[in-house]
């Protein structure tokens, strides 16, 4: 579970980004005790793409999409990351003893990621650092303003020098370095980075047990890309307040694309009033927005169509009816070539 942290924080960071922004994200992570995994992992992400991965076994940076990287640029970055892993170590084993961690896995977590926004405007760059799951490290830097806010709750010396050098440090070379990748990755993924698919939205209905009576509505949208959507649930066309709502986190599914729900428990005496509810959905690949009607009212005590008469009528209609006529038509010919040779004719007209 430690080890998904700096994940959620990246999900994170990515639901709270804007609409039509972009961000590059390197999530790293250095462990302390003895596992099957490396000691230090890297991914670089694009947007939820992961772009190129790198690990202290291997040492090299290893690509993830289909595109190339000189063996200049991968010595840049095998430096930068070997960097980093030692500055990791470092630190993991002061928290460690810090915390007077015993033996066992221990895990430090960082999460580093620059935007760009709709109008190709560089935007924040944000700094977390976490150990055992527990955030103690945040650096927020606005290159427009050329600040940098910190929030520190671990025992680590951050005096001036020491946050004048990570301001340049930042305005000089992590936040153009960061912007410049981006925009080249963009470019040359634009096919996969920048598709759009549009939601399948359902409205689901779950009675509640016999005891508290009423019901659940879920309003579901899955299958889209990319990961900002609006969905609410409506009831009589009208919206309903968000502290009714139980809403799950933003979740990515097998394919790449995302899903989201909404719930709203609908009490006994509300299912007698007889309202009608609307899932509604707007998607950026949506020219207007998606509406699902819950077209039946929810207490119609009023008896069902009967499944099985639906489905002798719909037999009745395509296929008995027809063979039936087919038959009669065969013998009424049959009995009009035994009387008359010169009736086929007539009777072929008439079938």
């Given at each position: ?288 927005k998606m509406d699902v009607y819950w077209e039946m009212l929810l207490t119609d005590d009023r008896p069902g169509p009967n499944i099985t008469v639906i489905i002798t009528s719909i037999l009745f209609v395509c296929v008995i009816a027809p063979t039936a006529a087919f038959l009669l038509c065969k013998r009424r010919g049959a009995v009009s070539q035994a009387s008359s040779q010169t009736d086929y004719s007539a009777a072929s007209s008439e079938c």
């Amino acid at each position: 579970m430690k080890r998904l942290h700096v994940l959620v924080n990246l999900l994170t960071f990515l639901s709270s980004a804007r609409t039509g922004s972009h961000s590059l994200c390197s999530v790293a992570t250095f462990i302390i005790g003895e596992t099957p995994f490396p000691e230090f992992t890297l991914l670089i992400m694009l947007d939820d793409i992961t772009v190129s991965s790198y690990d202290s076994d291997t040492q090299k940076t290893v690509m993830r999409v289909n595109k190339t990287i000189n063996d200049e640029e991968q010595d840049f970055f095998n430096s930068i990351f070997v960097k980093l892993h030692e500055h990791m170590r470092e630190r993991a084993h002061l928290l460690k003893q810090h915390f007077n961690c015993s033996k066992g896995v221990h895990v430090e977590q960082r999460l580093e990621c620059c935007e760009l926004l709709s109008n190709n405007v560089q935007g924040q760059m944000k700094m977390t650092d976490s150990f055992n799951g527990l955030s103690g490290f945040v650096m927020d830097y606005n290159i427009h303003q050329n600040s940098l806010h910190t929030d520190i709750k671990w025992p680590i010396s951050f005096d001036t020098s020491q946050y004048e050098y990570q301001k340049a440090l930042y305005l000089h070379f992590l936040q153009p370095l960061c912007t410049r990748t981006l925009q080249t990755l963009l470019k040359d993924l634009r096919n996969y980075a920048l598709r759009k698919v549009k939601p399948r939205v359902r409205l689901m209905k779950q009675e509640l047990d016999s005891h508290s009576g009423g019901a659940r509505l879920t309003c579901l949208a899955t299958g889209f890309y990319p990961r900002h959507i609006n969905m609410t649930l409506l009831k009589d066309g009208q919206g309903m307040p968000e502290h009714l709502f139980t809403v799950d986190d933003l979740l990515p599914n097998a394919d790449g694309t995302y899903q989201m729900r909404k719930t709203v428990e609908i009490s006994e005496e509300e299912l007698q009033q007889k309202h009608n509810y609307t899932c509604t959905a707007t998607h950026l690949n949506q020219d207007n927005k998606m509406d699902v009607y819950w077209e039946m009212l929810l207490t119609d005590d009023r008896p069902g169509p009967n499944i099985t008469v639906i489905i002798t009528s719909i037999l009745f209609v395509c296929v008995i009816a027809p063979t039936a006529a087919f038959l009669l038509c065969k013998r009424r010919g049959a009995v009009s070539q035994a009387s008359s040779q010169t009736d086929y004719s007539a009777a072929s007209s008439e079938c």
